[in-house]
């Protein structure tokens, strides 16, 4: 399982990473890009509870049509992940700035024992929702190590959606709030 997540995210990183030209043909740049992807600390791997905790907020995609379904529509999103294994997340349809602090705000605001719960381990993160009963997220998740290209930055989280049946079906980026 751990390796086709693998082979996800590499498809994942290919897919989004916005063409460059070059000299060199297709081929040799994709084997360039799978060899940096081959060494989990070169390009990314599973983000440790400390690296995960935090405020977060969604980046388009800049290939959309990676996605097969869009459980959430609404196209600006912010996350958080709590030491105590709570995440909270909400959406706007237009853009704003939220603070850390902002969010940190609105997440006091709601009562604990409705906030959904997450449980990290290894490269798979569950997600489970007290007010949905059988509710139950399995994402893969990777944290960007290095720079790659002018979309994805170190410390980006990168998520893939499981659907259930072992495919994947939705992905998302998240940078950090300061």
Not at 72 to 81: A, G, I, N, R, T
Not at 85 to 105: G, H, P, Q, W
């Amino acid at each position: 399982m751990r390796k086709s997540f693998f082979l996800f995210f590499l498809v994942f990183l290919l897919s989004c990473t916005p063409s460059r030209k070059t000299t060199e043909p297709a081929v040799d740049n994709f084997e360039q890009i799978k060899d940096e992807a081959s060494t989990e600390s070169e390009i990314g791997g599973p983000p440790t509870k400390e690296e995960l905790i935090g405020f977060w907020k969604m980046r388009p995609l800049s290939n959309p049509s990676v996605n097969k379904v869009d459980p959430w529509p609404v196209k600006y999103q912010w996350f958080s992940f709590f030491e105590n294994d709570k995440v909270f997340s909400f959406m706007r349809s237009d853009s704003a700035n939220y603070t850390s602090n902002e969010i940190l705000e609105l997440y006091q605001s709601f009562p604990k024992d409705k906030i959904p719960n997450y449980n990290l381990q290894g490269q798979f993160i569950t997600i489970d929702n007290p007010e949905i009963e059988n509710y139950l997220e399995l994402w893969g998740i990777n944290i960007v190590r290095k720079d790659r290209g002018s979309f994805f930055k170190k410390g980006d989280l990168v998520m893939s959606l499981d659907d259930g049946k072992g495919e994947v079906v939705y992905y998302r980026i998240l940078r950090r709030i300061e």
